[in-house]
Every structure is written in structure tokens, then in C-alpha cells.
């Protein structure tokens, strides 16, 4: 039984191994990015905004594909010190992983690149009472990514002008004070 365990787990690990060869970075199969998500990190040019407190610090729980071609991301925030949860569906445009919402002002809201089955990284601009901010989004399809995705996140967001002092990780323990469903303890694989 431990051996079993045991090579599960080893699968788990290996799984999350990066191949560049899977990375699609246009024309995206919007479908394949349906399904369970986990917030791993987000960068901002105005950091405030996704720090604790911050109304755009969210942990996304899923996103799926809507009859129009839309998406439907759900998540939690805070609100109010209350965990809240909260459902948005991005409108389609007309080029490939590209999305309008309309989620505390008016937004834009890109795929940068995803391997289907490990990550995706989201580019958001945020238009609000007039001020810009730009905010990246990395996602995983485990709680924990290994070193190689957070690289990978780390060159989008300096690609995106947004250095190492905008970017703020997310541990199973800073996502587990926004998950009423869940209890605490160890990660689930």
C-alpha cells in the first residue's frame, strides 16, 4: 500500500514537469482551459490592489467555456473581512484568448500562454475611475507549481515592465483564508 502511494505521488511530481513543446501562446483551444484552478501568483503595477485587502486579490476556483465562446471564472475574495464568493463571465472578442469583462470597472483580459494541463498566465488591464493598472494572473492545475512555472511567470510579468517587488506569491496557507469549503491542514494533490 505505501508503495502505492508512494509511485502516486512520484506521478503527481513528474506530471508537473515543464515542457516547453506544450506551451500555446495563440490560437488557443479555449475549451482545454476549462476546469479546477488554483491561484499560484499575481503581479501588479499598483501591488495595493492584489494585497491582502486588495480588491483585485483573488483565488480562482474555476473557468469555464460559455455557449457564446465567453468564459465563466469563479472565485473567492475578501469582502468585508467575509470570504466571498463570486462568478463573472468575460465576453469574447474577435482574436484568439482575448475577453472583455466588466468586474470593478471595465477590463481587459488576455492569455499570455497555458500548458492545458499544468498552468495558464492571464493579463489583465483593469480601466477604473479613470487610472490603469495592469495585473498578471498565474493558475495552476495543482495547489503547488513547481520552481520552472514560477520562472516562466517571473519573465511574463518583467516583460510586462512588473520587476520582482509587484509580484506576490500565493501558499496553500494564504489561500486557505479565503476557502470556506475547504479545512485546514495538508495539501490535496
Known sequence: MAL???SLGLGLVCSQDFNPQRIVQTNYDISKVSGTWYSISMAADNRQRIEEGGDLRIFIKSIR?????GLKLSFHFMLHAECTDVAVVCSKTGK?????INYLGENSLRILE???QRYVILHMRNFRNGTATQVLALYGRFPEL???FLDRFNKACKSHGLGPEKIIPFSNQSRRHCLPCQHPGPARH
Request: glycine share 10%.
Open 4 to 6: 502505492l502511494l508512494l
Open 65 to 69: 467555456v460559455v455557449e457564446d465562446g
Open 96 to 100: 484568439s484568448g482575448e475577453y472583455t
Open 114 to 116: 497555458a500548458d492545458y
Open 146 to 148: 513547481k520552481y520552472s
